[in-house]
């Protein structure tokens, strides 16, 4: 009952704010009587000289605004070159009215322009005017972005743009943290956003612009406000709370033509940590990925010594310190230094229960565990560019990664099994100190008109050195371990240490045979040589190790690898066609040494790619790809002697697993409408493995032991997912579906068992778009997961609806909240419901730099959340305790932009 009062409600707003509009629309032409695609109409209500409404003509000239009846604008239409129109309007009804622009006769320069067009489209690029959208209550960029057309912010912050992940985003042209967007969209204050400029089919290199396939990159650049050729900005912010809670997040940035510096500060134990261990490990610095089209994978493993990931980032606990420098300096025109340093250090207390259901033994166990986690994170990268003419371009890149990382956890785990319960107390311990170097070049030289070269190289060093421990109560694993009986416990330990050299390097040639054909000739390179050493131990009661030197309870284990693989691409366009067929062959090479045994292989493989795209209009299009690929392994999976992956599972590799085929299909379609802000997306994709890993397990109770094998039977994965965005004067909304099945084999307890998982997922959400009125935003996502095993199968649902509010008021005060609500079941019983939320309250006197606020989160109190997982052998339903209700109050100082002289030329 309450969701339809609730959808009732908000459809009356929706269809009485209609009522209360009317359309002026028609056609733009210019004195030939040609129809203007992108002229700019812009209504300025005049009793409040707000800006309420704007549109942009189409291909074939139209345009529309919906304005309040009878209101005084006026409205100003304009269009680069052309004189501009300007009169007065104030309707009770729905008007016509056609335009014609006359050619312009003084220069741009000469014009003073009152009001900035919200939205301005150059080629592959649209520029936004922040002012044009932000409704008062917007505090950092992340809120900037949200309102505006056809760009999202998604859960973990990274920005995406028509559906695709920005690649790169620079601020007034330098890099800002390269490689990842989080920390600008978390970090640059809102009101110092002046444009954001989306460059679309992005690439780094001009030279390689009309010659490469760059529908897929996006990049960003925030354009500021400030107009000087010198100026800092930024804020100093605090806040203190109830049980000891507080946050200190200081942010200090300074632009000039030569240097840019930024200095991002945040402590805090809200459970807001500016960096998780997720972001540090996806944090690559920009580099490239060499080996995106050239049809061979090798899976660079990082180990993570399996310490937990935070659900959410969220925990019972979460105390976290972070510090940032970024910064750019060009000392000429040709010469650029640029780069980073990142440290973040947390400790989180984590308290979860799981209920884990074997399929094959058909023990069920229950554990509930106490966890502390502290790690440390270091980012370097160092960057040089040398451009010394337009026709050659080098960049070196260099980038250090190091963390320490620990995990101290209580575990209880209850199995039952045949009428049996067995309580056993574990103690565990992780921990590892890894670290990798990651270097690259580039070079890119335009020989001139028809001869382009690119060369990239790369060469990674990477040292991992996990250990784990187990404190059992009961022997585990039968008698795989001899362990000494006559002790009060079974302190059970691995160390392992894994070190990768890898060098790539890739020389392409483009031939262009016209301004709509070209040939791409390809040579590269991959080499790995990985060493991978581990033992276990028994602590004994008296403090001293007794080692086990079984065979396959160690590992000394040496792999090099070997890819070297030529292409040839054929780029060409007919008509609303693009076609880019290729073909490639690798010569590969594999030397796996162990237990004094050496596997060699050489072998050759040939596999062609395809992509077309049918260009139907400027801004829709329809894509099909086609690409086979070889994929490797690397040395965790081949080293025979036993891994302790936990306390209750053993793996074992397979030197002898062989390179699996990966064949998929993708067809994508999608339509981006800047004129009246509709956007649509498909994708259809099939890929299917041959010779795919599989896990053969044996099960025992709730005790496993892994290896893997090549699976004689094909893994195949079928997704399709749909999203449609449309945006009005008063309201935005958006619909999305996604479907992902998958279908797999293993082998459990010497018998072949087909599994699959089903995902389905469908989200609806509307919003209101007013100015100067508060703004609510409904949404309701609805999740279907069918899990099945053998003849095993498990249903899991989820409903999770959400209102989310945001108000400015008062001339100072902006309001914040957002509710969602989450109701977890299975097809017999409800598994757990929880509510979050969370809400914030802030004043600015008018023209001070001083912020006060007061947020609060948890406001219900609520105490854990709930997911669920799916593996080859278990289900598993897990619950983890959450942070409680806190109120804390914060205080932000407006470090305002002062600096040189004024670099603006006209008034806006």
């Given at each position: 009952m309450r969701k339809i009062f609730l959808l009732g409600f908000f459809l009356f707003i929706f269809t009485f704010s209609f009522a209360q509009n009317i359309d002026l629309e028609g056609v733009i032409r210019d004195s030939d009587g040609v129809p203007i695609m992108g002229a700019n109409i812009v209504a300025v209500e005049k009793e409040t000289n707000i800006l309420d409404g704007f549109g942009i003509s189409n291909d074939v000239g139209f345009y529309r605004l919906t304005l309040k009846k009878g209101t005084d604008y006026e409205i100003k239409i304009t269009f680069i070159g052309l004189k501009e129109v300007?009169?007065?309007?104030?309707?009770?009804?729905?008007?016509?009215?056609?335009?014609?622009?006359?050619?312009?006769?003084?220069?741009?320069?000469e014009v003073e322009l009152v009001y900035e067009m919200p939205v301005i489209i150059k080629g592959d690029t649209i520029i936004y005017n922040a002012d044009s959208?932000?409704?008062?209550?917007?505090?950092?960029?992340?809120?900037?972005?949200?309102?505006?057309?056809?760009?999202?912010?998604?859960?973990?912050?990274?920005?995406?743009?028509?559906?695709?992940?920005?690649?790169?985003i620079t601020v007034e042209g330098k890099d800002f943290f390269d490689g990842d967007s989080k920390l600008a969209t978390q970090n640059l204050p809102a009101n110092a956003v002046g444009k954001v400029e989306v460059l679309r089919n992005f690439s780094e290199v001009n030279q390689l612009r009309s010659v490469t396939n760059n529908e897929d990159n996006v990049a960003i650049n925030i354009s500021l406000k400030s107009g000087k050729d010198k100026f800092w900005f930024g804020e100093l912010g605090g806040g203190l709370g109830n049980d000891d809670r507080f946050i200190a997040a200081p942010k200090v940035f300074y632009y000039s033509k030569d240097l840019s510096m930024n200095l991002l500060g945040n402590s805090n134990n809200i459970g807001e940590p500016p960096l998780s261990r997720r972001d540090f490990y996806r944090f690559e610095g920009g580099f490239n990925n060499l080996n995106a089209r050239t049809g061979t994978s090798i899976n660079i493993s990082t180990d993570d010594a399996g310490i937990t990931n935070l659900q959410n980032n969220r925990a019972k606990s979460i105390d976290s310190q972070f510090g940032a420098y970024n910064f750019s300096y060009a000392p000429s025109e040709s010469l650029e230094f640029s780069g980073f340093t990142i440290y973040s250090r947390a400790e989180n207390q984590l308290e979860e229960k799981n209920t884990r259901q074997y399929t094959v033994s058909n023990a069920l166990e229950e554990t509930s565990e106490i966890t502390t986690q502290e790690y440390e994170q270091q980012l370097y990268?160092?960057?040089?560019?040398?451009?010394?003419?337009?026709?050659?371009?080098?960049?070196?890149?260099?980038?250090?990664?190091?963390?320490?990382?620990?995990?101290?956890?209580?575990?209880?785990?209850?199995?039952?099994?045949?009428?049996?319960?067995?309580?056993?107390?574990?103690?565990?311990?992780?921990?590892?100190?890894?670290?990798?170097?990651?270097?690259?070049?580039?070079?890119?030289l335009t020989h001139n008109e028809e001869h382009i070269f690119s060369l990239e190289l790369q060469h990674l060093t990477q040292k991992e050195d996990?250990?784990?421990?187990?404190?059992?109560?009961?022997?585990?694993?039968?008698g795989l371990l001899n362990l000494n009986v006559d002790q009060e416990n079974f302190n059970i330990n691995q160390e392992r240490q894994a070190k990768t050299d890898k060098v790539e390097g890739k020389l392409d040639y483009y031939y262009i045979l016209s301004p709509r054909a070209n040939l791409n000739f390809t040579f590269g390179l991959t080499d790995?040589?990985?060493?991978?050493?581990?033992?276990?131990?028994?602590?004994?009661?008296?403090?001293?190790?007794?080692?086990?030197?079984?065979?396959?309870?160690i590992n000394d284990v040496s792999f090099h690898f070997r890819d070297v693989y030529a292409a040839l691409h054929y780029r060409f366009i007919s008509g609303i066609f693009t076609f880019d067929p290729g073909i490639i062959l690798h010569s590969y090479k594999t030397v796996n040494e162990q237990s004094e045994n050496t596997i060699d292989n050489t072998f050759a493989f040939f596999r062609p790619d395809l992509r077309i795209l049918m260009k139907l209009k400027d801004a829709e299009t329809l894509r099909l790809l086609y690409r086979s690929t070889r994929q490797f392994?690397?040395?965790?999976?081949?080293?025979?002697?036993?891994?302790f992956r936990n306390y209750n599972s053993f793996f074992q590799g397979n030197p002898n697993l062989e390179a699996a085929f990966f064949d998929v299909v993708n067809l994508n379609y999608q339509s981006i409408n800047i004129f009246n802000f509709t956007n649509i997306f498909a994708n259809l994709s099939y890929s299917v493995r041959d010779n795919a890993i599989?896990?053969?397990?044996?099960?025992?109770?709730?005790?496993?032991?892994?290896?893997?094998?090549?699976?004689?039977?094909?893994?195949?994965?079928?997704?399709?997912?749909?999203?449609?965005?449309?945006?009005?004067?008063?309201?935005?909304?958006g619909a999305s579906i996604n479907y992902n099945y998958s279908d797999f084999n293993n082998v459990i307890n010497n018998?072949?068992?087909?599994?699959?998982?089903?995902?389905?997922?469908?989200?609806?959400?509307?919003?209101?778009?007013?100015?100067?009125?508060?703004?609510?935003?409904?949404?309701?996502?609805?999740?279907?997961?069918?899990?099945?095993?053998?003849?095993?199968?498990?249903?899991?649902?989820?409903?999770?609806?959400?209102?989310?509010?945001?108000?400015?008021?008062?001339k100072g005060f902006v309001f914040n909240a957002k509710y969602t609500y989450n109701f977890y079941r299975n097809e017999e019983q409800t598994l757990n419901e929880y509510r979050f939320l969370e809400a914030d309250l802030s004043y600015t006197p008018q023209g001070s730099k001083w912020e006060f606020g007061v947020s609060a989160t948890n406001l219900l109190n609520d105490t854990q959340i709930n997911r669920d997982s799916f593996n080859q052998f278990s289900f598993t339903t897990n619950s983890y305790i959450i942070q409680p209700r806190y109120i804390v109050f914060q205080i932000t100082y407006d470090l305002t932009a002062i600096g040189g002289k004024s670099n603006k030329k006209k008034k806006i």
């Open positions: 300007a009169f007065n309007f104030n309707e009770q009804d729905n008007i016509k009215k056609n335009f014609v622009l006359e050619a312009q006769a003084e220069s741009l320069d959208f932000n409704t008062g209550s917007e505090r950092k960029l992340e809120d900037v972005l949200k309102n505006m057309p056809g760009i999202e912010v998604n859960d973990e912050g990274r920005i995406e743009v028509e559906g695709k992940e920005v690649t790169k990268k160092f960057t040089t560019e040398f451009n010394p003419n337009e026709n050659l371009k080098t960049e070196y890149n260099l980038l250090y990664k190091t963390t320490n990382q620990n995990e101290i956890s209580g575990l209880t785990t209850i199995s039952r099994r045949e009428g049996q319960r067995i309580p056993e107390q574990i103690g565990q311990y992780r921990v590892q100190n890894p670290y990798s170097i990651n270097q690259e070049l580039r070079m890119y996990p250990f784990y421990r187990a404190i059992k109560q009961f022997q585990p694993f039968g790995v040589k990985q060493d991978f050493n581990s033992s276990i131990f028994q602590i004994l009661d008296n403090n001293t190790n007794q080692y086990f030197f079984e065979d396959n309870l392994t690397d040395i965790n999976q081949l080293a025979e002697g036993y891994i599989q896990n053969t397990t044996s099960v025992a109770g709730i005790n496993s032991v892994r290896s893997a094998s090549n699976s004689n039977f094909p893994r195949e994965i079928y997704t399709a997912s749909g999203r449609i965005d449309k945006r009005s004067k008063n309201f935005k909304g018998t072949p068992t087909a599994s699959s998982n089903f995902t389905q997922r469908y989200r609806l959400n509307i919003a209101t778009n007013f100015r100067i009125k508060p703004n609510i935003e409904v949404g309701y996502t609805y999740s279907i997961r069918d899990y099945k095993t053998g003849n095993v199968e498990s249903k899991f649902f989820t409903d999770a609806p959400y209102v989310r509010l945001d108000a400015y008021f008062l």
